[in-house]
């Protein structure tokens, strides 16, 4: 099966590379370097331009070479800049790791941890939304948020205190996250499942991840076409892992409750494109049929930042939520375990509340 997967993967780095070429040309749907900004229509529902790894193309006049600085070429928003950043860090990744070196090694790695099983253990103890704890030392938004940063240890206090699952920022360049924290906090002996939380956008860091100890992987919709999405899920599912799929708004939320397989929506009540947060997003993208309908499909949702307050915790769990994932609440307390208490207004930790 496995070999299935890889073969697929590389089919589809093959169509990548493809896809690089025509953009090139100014028509895999990107627009040309001087062409206006593109409707979503035009970016399969996606809210990114993608654009080569090259960078804009090359101009020659006479003997000199430059690259236009223009709309086409300049990212319009933070999130345009993370990935446009990530397709040259994975292209440079890729050359030192390509994936059959990572393939070998994961036939005889133990297997991945149940992020899903974990979430429900943890709500049907508690009678609370799962607790997915983030170790995050920085954010474009708010900067670093912890100076003094032991990944391991804040995990540990994590653990210790009723996290059912912690999500690990693996991205160094926009939130000083990596590789490392997740695989160190793996090889500490960590027993809750670890989220690779990270900008996927290439199949190929699906099987990184896993070579790290993920168990799970965040897909996030507003950089992710569908057929995207629909691949990664069976490759995670090869691979053992669960996919948290992130939503932001109405047409986000209605793409991804089509796809197959979906088991994990997070509703992220930040805009990565703005960073402002409003948790009542949680609320309204659950109102009306769209929840019943998740209901029924067995959907667990997570709800997603900005939440700070037992008060929070009860507003999204009234709106439908199973889990929450929490990262900047927790992380600037000087104490992030004893935090988890404060944040739920009283204390899940497994064996005071057994
Ligand atoms: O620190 P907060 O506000 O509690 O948020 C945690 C988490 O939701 C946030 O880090 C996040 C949600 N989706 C993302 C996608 C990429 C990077 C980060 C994120």
């Known amino acids: 099966m496995l070999q299935d997967a890889v073969a697929t993967a590389s089919d589809q780095t ?15 749907g990107a627009p040309a370097a001087d062409a206006p900004a593109a409707s979503i229509e035009g970016l399969d529902g996606i809210k990114i331009r993608r654009r080569p790894v090259t960078g804009p193309s090359v101009h020659h006049v006479g003997p000199f070479q430059f ?31 390509p994936l059959y070196r990572l393939k070998g090694p994961l036939d005889n790695a133990p297997p991945a941890r149940d992020f899903v099983a974990a979430l429900k253990a943890s709500y049907d103890r508690t009678a609370l939304p799962a607790l997915i704890a983030e170790v995050k030392k920085a954010s474009p938004s708010r900067g670093v948020l912890r100076e003094n940063f032991d990944p391991v240890e804040i995990a540990q206090a994590y653990e210790k205190n009723g996290a059912a699952c912690l999500s690990v920022l693996t991205d160094s360049k926009f939130f000083q996250g990596s590789f490392d924290y997740l695989e160190a906090i793996r090889n500490a002996g960590v027993k809750c499942p670890l989220l690779c939380k990270e900008f996927i956008i290439d199949a190929w860091q699906l099987y990184y991840a896993r070579s790290k100890g993920a168990d799970a992987v965040l897909l996030i919709a507003a950089i992710l076409p569908d057929r995207d999405i629909s691949y990664m899920l069976k490759i995670c599912k090869i691979l053992g892992m669960a996919a948290l799929v992130e939503v932001h ?13 979906i088991q994990l929506i997070g509703i992220n009540n930040r805009n990565l494109e703005t960073f402002e947060v409003d948790i009542s997003n949680t609320k309204n993208l659950l109102e009306g049929e769209r929840g019943q309908l998740i209901a029924q499909k067995d959907i667990i949702v997570v709800g997603e930042s900005g939440l700070f307050t037992p008060d929070h915790v009860s507003f999204v769990q009234d709106a439908g939520v199973k889990a929450i994932l929490v990262g900047e609440s927790l992380i600037k307390q000087e104490d992030p375990g004893k935090a988890i208490a404060g944040l739920f207004g009283k204390d899940i930790s497994p064996v005071s509340s057994a």
């Open 249 to 261: 708004d109405e047409r986000e939320i209605d793409r991804v409750i089509g796809i197959d397989g």
């Open 14 to 28: 093959e169509t990548a590379a493809a896809a690089v070429e025509a953009t090139e040309q100014g028509n895999n």
């Open 67 to 97: 690259r236009l600085e223009n709309e086409g070429n300049t990212p319009r928003n933070i999130l345009e800049k993370i990935v446009w950043n990530k397709d040259v860090e994975i292209w440079q990744m890729k050359e030192k790791m």
